[in-house]
């Protein structure tokens, strides 16, 4: 059996992706709503490794967009485990953008993202 920091430590998720014109607003940076959807899939896949069950996103809490994504550049997408309860956890992801043709890399995006355990009844149920 491992330990709960030992599974947080193994569930953390990333995924890349480069922002494209469909995935852009008329400034032509990452629309805000896709940046939200990547961020609860990243999020939901990372409290579904931890868990190995059955979660829904039941809370999004400060999300700051602290700098816009343009067109043309690349996203990292990092979700970890911060906070277990007894049938949730809380996820803290980021959005990290980088230039296509050199080494810059900041974090731009940030937030909070709360999950429950189900069962096949769509009941709250132990998250470990």
């Known amino acids: 059996m491992t330990t709960v920091q030992e599974r947080i ?16 607003n008329h400034y032509d940076t990452l629309f805000g709503g ?3 959807h990547l961020m609860d899939e ?6 579904t490794r931890f ?10 809490d400060k999300i700051d967009f602290n700098k816009s994504i343009p067109q043309g550049t690349i996203i990292e997408l990092i979700a970890k485990v911060t906070k277990v309860g ?3 956890c809380v996820v803290s992801t980021s959005i990290f953008m980088e230039e296509m043709y050199n080494y810059s890399r900041e974090e ?3 937030g909070k ?6 069962d096949d009844d769509k009941k709250p149920t132990a998250i470990l």
């Open 9 to 24: 430590d193994a569930s953390e998720t990333r995924i890349f992706k480069a922002v494209f014109p469909n995935t852009t």
């Open 34 to 36: 896709t940046a939200l």
């Open 42 to 47: 990243v999020s939901f896949i990372c409290a």
């Open 51 to 60: 868990s190995r069950k059955k979660v829904v996103t039941i809370s999004t």
């Open 86 to 88: 007894t049938t949730s």
């Open 108 to 110: 731009v995006v940030t």
């Open 113 to 118: 993202f709360t999950f429950v355990a189900i």
